[in-house]
């Protein structure tokens, strides 16, 4: 059979084609994406975008109750806002598979925290799968799914980032044959009041026990026997870091990761001399693993933060590292200028932020792209915390210090609006908030690769279909203040924000335009008019990356440049000009 | 078992990277090792550094390169050679394209674009702690072929020489992997960077 060079994520999708999925919903994010955008190209899975991930998981186990084998995926903090369903769902179990794919993020190249989703497993007493690279995150999905329907569980498949983003080679299969499970009613199982869900949780405890003997023969766990002098515990991207540090060690590797095969454990531990889990984040084997009674070393020698490479593995447990850095003093740490991401040319956000510094207005901020609002020059953000935090954080602002009334504005933008916005917005109406809420509507979900949300008009398989209205949305939830603006209207911009703050009830501004790299329309660039030009700086307040500022000059990059016109509406000495010649 | 070669390559965002990678990977599969490539996506993409590690062998654990471990750095540009110099192993070979990003702290005066990068790689070349260095305007040489994307597999063309595997299979993975319409130019521009050396 053809081997194909796959990312993490494809080979989860490629996994859930085998195994014969018919569903599958997500929520967009990092590292996690691609794992639906790939699955809704195979014609046999109905994939779907959802506007958050509790939507996502529900649906998923609607589609499992119905017969169907269904898959959902997210991020780490994606299960936070998922882990109402999740506790419940293992209660009910299934009736067609179902499987939580989960990337984790250890090192948080793209996330706002590096929580282990690990720990879900266990708090929901789920089994937990760890793939190791692409062949196995395609093999253990298939596998996921006997467990599921085998025990009467979802299955909690755990990637990161180092898995999801890697390409390996992988051998494919074809699709099995799965047919829909006829449905029946249960009340008993799937109606969880306290009546019927207690014999529910005594069924999960026992399940529970059986996978834990399960666990014990699978060959998802497996020992590699070589020099019984270090023993490593590990699994997932721990195994490969551990292979390349300590090629002769002997490891446990775990592919069933919870729970815990005890008895292969103890055979393990009585045939090394020194023994070591080796786990990003948490000590999640490590404590379970002493409370067995068995001597281990793990977060004494190695960080709770961030991931865990080879040189580091090496370095602490064989006394050296695997490789010395190259000499080259000249280049000295710290002298290498960083390179931040940066807003695009011509994105729309740019204006919205220049105009909050301007006002000096409290920013309650939130998750997407605009997130870098809050980095200089712009640095017009007060607070980031999660997915919808910025309207109802905005609203405690103001409750929680009369001194801000007035001065707070929630930024959020169309895809978080409609993931987790609505509730605050609704709240700031009910609690008499006054607070501005200014909705970022770039007609997409940027940050994660330009994936459609509910309200751009296309599904995840690129359908047509209703495209949702921010603006009588936010009417229908109470507020009477809503208006719309062109954000590279820069004038309209400041003059709706002023007047909006101040007011005395709860108002919305939509900046609505949209991403600047979808929009394929031609503008004319601009150019300096370094006559007119006093080098005051004041157009590098913008933090535009075609603004560049040299020895004596300021020059805009041509090649950088869409021709958005907003650094023309900051000039003081109209000293930006059209290429070609007059402004309008 | 031999060893794993490790190739990082490093860019900025828009630049491209992605292409080169799949085409080195279509080269190395082509040829039967097992391979390993990393990428870091998310917020990268937004005109911040971009990296991409190549591990390749008879067999590959880690996804990753660290300090001192990279047979070749492959730099899309200047200051990203720069930031990644320590990645390479003593002796090990610098790909870069002399072209200049400004990041942003250097845009708004907040740092400074180090001036003595190519002065320092020479020196550290005539050491011999670099084992070669390779230094070409890609964007330029791309840019005289007729197309200022293909700046990446000018360099690609360099690559060629520093690799175990023959012209041909480089040409072979233009053509699978570069659309019609486009494989000409990206053709010509590889060429361009495999000469560049040659004649040197």
Redesign the interface.
């Known amino acids: 059979m053809e081997r194909k ?1 796959l990312s993490g994520n494809e080979a989860i999708a490629r996994g859930a084609y085998e195994a014969g999925v018919r569903f599958a919903s997500a929520y967009p994010g ?2 996690s994406t691609e794992v639906l955008e790939v699955a809704a190209t195979y014609e046999e899975i109905h994939a779907q975008w959802a506007p958050n991930e509790k939507v996502a998981l529900e649906e998923g186990i609607g589609a499992a109750l119905a017969g169907s084998r269904a898959l959902v995926a997210m991020k780490h903090v994606g299960v936070n806002v998922a882990a109402d369903p999740l506790m419940t769902a293992s209660y009910v179990g299934v009736n067609g598979g179902l499987v939580l794919v989960v990337a984790d993020d250890p090192g948080m ?2 996330s706002q925290n590096e929580q282990d989703s690990r720990q879900y497993a266990r708090f929901a007493k789920v089994p937990l799968l760890e793939p190791a ?1 692409s062949q196995e995150a395609k093999d253990f999905v298939k596998i996921a799914y006997e467990i599921s329907e085998e025990f009467d569980t979802p299955v909690m498949l755990r990637s990161s ?2 898995i999801s ?5 992988v051998t494919l299969a074809e699709r099995q044959d799965i047919p829909i499970r006829p449905y029946e009613k249960n009340l008993a199982k799937r109606v969880m009041m306290p009546a019927f869900a207690r014999p529910r949780h005594v069924a999960v405890e026992a399940r529970l026990e059986k996978l834990a003997a399960y666990a014990e023969n699978t060959p998802l766990n497996r020992i590699e026997w070589r020099d019984k002098k270090i023993g490593v515990i590990c699994a997932g ?1 721990s195994y ?2 551990v ?2 540090a300590l ?1 002769e060690a002997s490891v446990l590797k775990l592919g069933l990761s919870y729970p815990l095969p005890q008895r292969l454990i103890k055979e393990f531990a009585a045939g090394v001399e020194e023994l070591f889990v080796v786990e990003e984040l948490d000590p999640f084997f490590e404590e379970q693993i002493k409370a067995m009674g068995i001597k281990v070393r793990g977060k004494e020698l190695f960080p709770l933060t961030g991931e865990i ?3 580091l593995i090496a370095q602490t447990i064989l006394g050296q ?8 003093q ?2 000295e740490e710290g ?10 040319p011509g994105c729309p956000h740019r204006s919205v932020f220049y105009a909050l510094k301007k006002q000096k207005l409290l920013v309650s901020g939130d998750i997407g ?1 605009y997130t ?1 609002g809050a980095l ?2 712009l640095d017009a953000m007060d607070s980031v915390i999660c997915m919808g935090a910025s309207i109802s954080a905005g609203l405690g602002y103001e409750k929680g210090n009369p001194d801000l009334k007035g001065k707070v504005v929630s930024v959020i933008g169309d895809s978080t609006f409609f993931h987790s916005g609505l509730t605050g917005l609704m709240d700031v109406v009910y609690n008499q908030g006054s607070t501005l809420t200014i909705i970022l509507d770039n007609r997409i979900t940027a ?3 330009h994936q459609d949300n509910p309200g751009t008009g296309y599904t995840l398989k690129g359908e047509p279909t209703v495209a949702l209205a921010i603006g009588p949305i936010c009417k229908a939830l109470g507020v009477k203040r809503v208006r719309e603006v062109d954000p590279y209207d820069l004038p309209a911009l400041e003059a709706a924000i002023k007047e909006e703050v101040a007011a005395p009830e709860p108002s919305v501004i939509i900046a609505r335009r949209a991403c600047a790299l979808l929009d394929k329309s031609t503008k004319e660039l601009y150019i300096i008019d370094e006559e007119k030009c006093k080098r005051c ?1 004041h157009c ?1 307040r913008l ?1 535009c ?1 075609a ?3 040299e020895e004596d000059r300021i020059t805009i990059d041509a ?1 950088l440049c869409v021709g958005c016109g907003v650094c023309v509406q900051v000039c003081k000495f109209d000293a930006i000009v059209k290429a070609g010649g007059e402004n309008d | 078992m031999t060893k794993t070669t490790s190739i990082l390559m490093g860019g900025v965002g828009g630049q491209g990277i992605v292409l080169a990678s799949k085409l080195i990977a279509h080269v190395i599969q082509a040829h039967g090792k097992e391979l390993k490539i990393s990428e870091i996506h998310g917020m990268a993409q937004r005109g911040g550094s971009v990296l991409t590690y190549i591990r390749f062998g008879d067999e590959v654990a880690s996804p990753i390169i660290e300090a001192g471990q990279a047979d070749i750095v492959l730099a899309s540009e200047r200051l990203e050679a720069w930031r990644w110099l320590p990645y390479l192993r003593h002796g090990g070979t610098m790909i870069c394209s002399t072209q200049i990003i400004k990041p942003m702290p250097v845009i708004t005066g907040a740092q400074k674009y180090p001036e003595n990068i190519m002065k320092v790689l020479e020196e550290l070349a005539a050491e011999g702690k670099l084992g070669a260095l390779y230094a070409i305007n890609a964007l330029e040489v791309a840019r005289q072929c007729g197309e200022p994307k293909a700046a990446n597999v000018a360099l690609l063309g360099i690559l060629a020489h520093c690799l175990e595997f023959p012209l041909e299979s480089y040409l072979a993975a233009l053509e699978a992997l570069v659309p019609e319409k486009y494989l000409d130019v990206n053709k010509k521009t590889f060429m361009a960077g495999y000469e560049a050396v040659t004649k040197s």
């Open positions: 060079l990092t590292p190249h793209s690279d980032t180092r983003h890697a390409q390996s080679l991207i490969q870091q292979r390349e090629p490479h080879p040189n590292p695997l490789a010395e850095k190259l000499e080259a000249a280049r002298t290498v200028p960083t390179r931040p991401p940066v807003l695009c792209c870098l200089p020059p940050m994660t690769g700086n590098l933090g990356p603004i560049v500022k090649s």
